[in-house]
């Protein structure tokens, strides 16, 4: 079986990887020369752990071109894994994936499956097929498959080569046969529906995700007012398996190119057919507003933020990734650059891509403990290991003032209080133990 996976962002890109694992034979095509180039030497062009690891295991079974008119006419599956952005409007923009069925119509020589794995709209998959087949150079028969990816970044290799279910949707048993010859190696549950449930699958988990997110942010707010613990409060929440354990960290708001995405895209879309989805708008307007708690915090300790030396740990959007989009600290910096801050920033890895937008208003450093030397203030915006692990008494000893404010409440309580600083983390007590 000649598998082609159209597109190697990280959707493309670790399916083709993870599908060359399990034994088949993959081509990843791209428009992108510099990323054929990167991956044709052996390197991946996103940060994602054991990803690379995995393209050097199977070199020989994974080919990287620009080529797609060829790897079209040989091919008997072709994933499209390309970008579906927002757009202005909240809807998902299909300009990529069409752009990429124009090509398959023109080019398939041989009866093939479509599969598509962006996230697109319900009802896309029909629509595709309807193209396909209207604009077909060759008579072949062509099917469209729904196959939503569910992985994170970070752990994206695992979330596929492990996945908790695979969707598929399907319009014909064939379809189905044939997916399941594609993951079969995988040995994973199938959920087989039709297309229209897949691809809804996809936006009500996110979206469910990004609400119980939402939700745990709302509660953490309240915590805050009434003096409970955000943390205790989800332990006791989560050990009740009908409520689960997991995403219930409160913190600035979520952040990705799927849930602020996912959750304006079924917003509109419920919208554009007369419905209003409630619970989704009211998840979207808190994560706005979590997103700047820590500023509407610092406040409380100084009127502006001219000329004060802040310090920023974290700048992508949650650890393990070089991503930015929808981080946090993009949409707190520009504030505090605006009123005059001086900022120094620190990133194990989100450096480089932070430094396209802000090249030179930044000074950027290359630990935590650079990063507080005589700042009268610090901003947590992500929880990677290396600002986890900092020993707490360095804030006081480095800072000139230590206020720290913890978007991703990285500390233990306990620990903060041993120490001489002011901490502020979210739906938790503040500590103030600056005078004593
Ligand atoms: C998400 C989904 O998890 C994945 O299934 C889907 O395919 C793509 O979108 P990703 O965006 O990579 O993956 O990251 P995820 O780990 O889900 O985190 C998203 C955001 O939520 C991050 O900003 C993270 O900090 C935040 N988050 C997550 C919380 O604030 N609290 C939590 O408890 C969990």
Redesign the pocket.
């Known amino acids: 079986m000649k598998i082609v996976v159209a597109g190697t962002g990280y959707v493309g890109l670790v399916t083709g990887v993870c599908l060359s694992e399990v034994g088949h034979s993959v081509t990843c095509v791209d428009v992108d020369e510099n990323k054929i180039k990167t991956l044709n030497e052996g390197k991946s062009p996103i940060f994602e752990p054991d990803l690379e690891e995995l393209m050097k295991k199977n070199k020989e079974k994974l080919t990287f071109t620009l080529d797609s008119k060829k790897a079209y006419e040989e091919a008997d599956v072709i994933f499209v894994g390309v970008g579906t952005p927002e757009k202005k409007d909240g809807s998902a923009n299909l300009k990529y994936v069409y752009e990429v069925a124009k090509e398959i119509a023109e080019n398939v020589k041989k009866d093939v499956i479509v599969v598509i794995k962006s996230t697109v709209p319900i009802g896309t998959n029909k629509k595709i097929e309807k193209y396909l087949n209207s604009n077909l150079k060759n008579k072949v028969r062509i099917e469209v498959v729904s196959n939503p ?6 752990t994206a290799v695992r979330d596929t080569l492990h996945a908790q279910r695979i969707v598929i949707g399907v319009n014909s048993k064939f379809a189905e046969k044939v997916m399941k010859e594609v993951y079969d190696g995988l040995g994973q549950p199938y959920v087989i529906t039709d297309r229209e449930s897949a691809e809804m699958i996809k936006y009500a988990s ?1 979206d469910f ?1 990004a609400l119980k ?1 939402s939700y745990m942010n709302e509660i953490a707010n309240l915590c805050e007012i009434v003096g409970a613990n955000i943390q205790d409060v989800a332990k006791g929440m989560g050990m009740d398996t009908r409520i689960g354990n997991k ?3 409160a ?1 600035i ?7 602020p995405k996912d959750t304006k895209a079924l917003s509109w879309l419920a919208n554009f057919n007369d419905y209003e989805l409630k619970t989704i708008k009211a998840a979207i307007e808190v994560n706005s507003n979590q997103k700047l708690k820590l500023i509407k915090k610092a406040r409380k300790y100084y009127d502006d933020f001219e000329g004060l030396n802040i310090a920023v740990l974290g700048l992508t ?2 650890p393990n990734t070089d991503d930015l989009r929808e981080a946090p600290s993009l949409y707190n910096i520009p504030i505090l650059l605006d009123e005059g801050a001086n900022i120094k920033a620190y990133d194990p890895v989100g450096e480089k891509n932070f430094k396209k937008i802000y090249p030179k208003e930044i000074i950027y450093c290359n630990n935590v403990e650079e990063t507080l030397k005589n700042a009268d203030i610090c901003f947590i915006f992500t929880e990677w290991d290396e600002i986890k692990n900092i020993e707490l008494g360095r804030y006081n000893e480095l800072m000139k003032t230590p206020i720290v404010l913890d978007g991703r409440n990285c500390y233990d309580l306990n620990e903060v209080k041993k120490v001489k600083m002011v901490y502020e983390s979210i739906g938790r007590k503040t500590i103030n133990n600056i005078n004593k």
């Open positions: 990816e569910f992985l994170s970044q970070g996110n995700l997110i995403f219930l960290n913190g708001g979520y952040g990705g190119s799927c849930f959007f949650k």
